[in-house]
């Protein structure tokens, strides 16, 4: 079973995240970490929104403690007019002193680094797999990693290209000919298989697969196990039955 933690995390800075959650992160207890929303089209409403989205979120954890980790002003005073009953901690770099004021840190920071599988000894733990560059969603991966005592594998960013390629492959596997069909799913099929390590590909061994992805259907893969979140959400929660699911996405 795993348990929430009590402290909930709005990030801006995914250094300063990682460096903070790296001193907070259990076994068996999951660190929610929301992304910060962005400041965007405010004369439309589309700023406000976001912020209720993010402000639902955070109430709903019912936290002991809210960290707003380095967010813009105009952020930070949005959130806290939408949860006046929360009293933030602001933190703009890492500050033991004002940190232990709040919350109790591990000794020993399990950090993100330490996570990473080269992918040879990945097929017999529970694995969250992120794509891209380093980021806040790689943060919330170790955070995942560690609660599920599992590992983490990075791989290469999927670019609007292929976003744009696996979006007409799907559509046409949605709506084409048979033949049409059976092409768009071998298509889809090579395209995911070509981004993973071939001993997880061919591996049944694994407990379970995460993968934090901006789109991409690995689902075409014969996993025995698998999830997905999307990349952007502005809530990552995990139940007691580990099933992860979000909330939304940031366009």
Known sequence: MINLSRVVIVAGDAE??????????????????????PVRLVKYGMFDADCIRVSNCVRALKPETVLFLRLDPQVAAKLKECFPAIQPVSIETFDEALLLKHIKLTRRAVVYRDLLSDGSDCCSSNLFIVEGEFDISHVIAANLAVAHD??????????????????????????GSYDEKQQAREALTQFARARLPVQLVESSNAKSISFITRGVSYGVLPFRCCFFIRQGCDLWKIDRHSSISFTKEFH
């Open 16 to 37: 300063l995240t990682e460096k903070i959650c790296s001193r907070l992160r259990k076994p068996g207890f999951y660190l929610p970490v929301i992304e910060s929303p």
């Open 150 to 175: 599992g590992r983490l594998l990075a791989i290469d960013e999927v670019t609007d290209e292929d976003l744009n390629f696996l979006k007409h492959k799907s559509r046409t596997w949605s709506n």
